[in-house]
């Protein structure tokens, strides 16, 4: 959860005998390089991309052990600073975004999928979830009330924070804790595309639109894709991606739209000349993608996505078909989507049972170690929400914390399961000490880098 800041309406009290411990960081293992690791690391990337515009499923080349993958995201992408692990085996849920930063207009996230990824199954589970949904906006001091989700991200750009606030904001709203954030930038899927060379797709019947909305400004206009097989260009890929309103069928019309275009990528990236244009393709990558995922997870992850086939694969929306949610307007006149909560909580309980999570039951305090008032508070209610058992925050020994902390009590073993998720949520630190059977299993010190709450 990438989340935000702290909690002083408690006094302050001693510190608690760990200042000065040592501290002992997760690292990765280290693992040998794999065969074909270009066609894997190319595959994998564009897997990802395609998650986050929203395909229903995928297909890929099983390979027998993905985590061999690992050194090569390291090795062609580099590495992040303060990146926080991932060990390959966890299962993990990801929110992944599409944005369409116009130039008249702050940034809003058009798209937003959960993608939980489950490596011991091969299971894929994606949740689509409306734009429009009508959400409360977290705040330790209620300053926002209820915006429609997409407006989670520009709510947090004026602290540089747009896709961690909107994580925060979907893990408050649906009671769901999230690994890590992917962002496409939809002007950088064209690039990728271009770099690719142009997808090769054969349109089962023609996509006409009169109001397809303008990349800049909030005009629209006309598309009209005919029906053939034919090259696209990365505009006209990223239009047939996105395009659901020339379908009768709209959301599952667009799925089978996105099948067909990750089948055409796929037979381009295996083509013999996509070894020509990596280098072109990775640079149009790293430019399309934000996210703190950590660049040797890429490859490993994309293998995985694209090994689960058939019933390994569900793909579940919150709309007005299933009952989750009725159109509806907001006092201000806004066109919204108002949720039926318990309908909706049954279906992320349902395809996001955390069973590791469940069994643990460790203990979380989670302390104020920054400026603002109220937000340990805050963050305590969300992780409660999300399924972690807490206790009652307080202030830690000092509010000049940087960075967030998960501490793990070694005093109150069996809950490495519960630090690694609370550590990839947070971005946090991690640090082992001996605080004494009396304290909580883990601890979560909220540092100046926590997301930055109005």
Not at 75 to 93: E, R
Not at 227 to 252: F, I, N, P, S, W
Not at 346 to 374: C, I, K, M, S, Y
């Amino acid at each position: 959860m990438a989340l935000e800041r702290s909690d002083r309406a408690l006094p302050n009290r001693a510190p608690t005998g760990h200042d000065g411990a040592a501290e002992t960081t997760i690292v990765m293992p280290a693992v040998r390089r794999r065969r074909r690791w270009l066609r894997a690391l190319v595959m994998a990337l564009v897997l990802l991309l395609l998650a986050v515009v929203g395909v229903g499923s995928v297909g890929l080349a099983a390979y027998d052990d993905p985590p061999l993958l690992a050194p090569l995201g390291s090795m062609l992408l580099g590495t992040q600073p303060a990146t926080v692990p991932w060990n390959g085996t966890d299962p993990l849920n990801i929110l992944v975004m599409g944005i369409d930063q116009r130039t008249t207009e702050q940034t809003h996230s058009d798209s937003m999928i959960v993608l939980r990824v489950v490596p011991s199954t091969h299971h894929v589970t994606m949740l689509s979830i409306p734009r429009d949904l009508w959400v409360s906006i977290p705040s330790p001091t209620n300053a926002y009330g209820y915006y429609k989700l997409n407006a989670a991200y520009a709510l947090g750009q004026p602290y540089g924070q747009g896709p961690q606030f909107a994580q925060l904001v979907v893990e408050s709203a649906l009671g769901l804790p999230l690994n890590y954030y992917a962002v496409l930038k939809f002007s950088g899927f064209k690039s990728v595309v271009d770099a690719m060379g142009g997808v090769s797709v054969c349109v089962p019947r023609e996509l006409y639109d009169p109001t397809y909305p303008n990349d800049v400004g909030y005009g629209w206009h006309a598309i009209d894709i005919k029906a053939g097989c034919q090259k696209m260009d990365g505009t006209t890929a990223l239009v047939y991606a996105r395009e659901r309103h020339a379908d009768a069928e709209q959301d599952l019309g667009r799925i089978q739209q996105q099948q067909v275009l990750l089948a055409g990528m796929e037979k381009q990236v295996l083509s013999p000349g996509t070894v020509l244009r990596a280098p072109a393709i990775l640079s149009a990558m790293d430019r399309a993608v934000l996210t703190n995922l950590p660049r040797n997870a890429l490859p490993e992850l994309g293998v995985l996505l694209g090994r689960a086939r058939g019933k390994q694969t569900q793909h579940a929306y919150i709309n007005a078909d299933g009952g989750y949610v009725t159109d509806t307007t907001a006092t201000d006149g806004q066109n919204i989507l108002a949720g039926n909560w318990p309908r909706i909580s049954a279906l992320v309980a349902r395809l996001f049972a955390d069973p590791q999570l469940r069994a643990e039951r460790a203990t979380v305090q989670v302390r104020n170690g920054q400026h603002t008032p109220g937000l340990a508070a805050l963050y305590t209610t969300i992780l409660q929400g999300a399924g972690f058992t807490t206790v009652a925050p307080r202030n830690a020994d000092r509010d000049t914390y940087t960075r967030n902390l998960v501490i793990v009590n070694q005093d109150l073993p069996g809950a490495d399961y519960t630090a690694r998720k609370l550590t990839q949520m947070l971005q946090a630190d991690v640090s082992y000490r001996h605080l004494g059977p009396d304290h909580a299993r883990i601890v979560v010190i909220l540092g100046a880098d926590a997301v930055e709450g109005a």
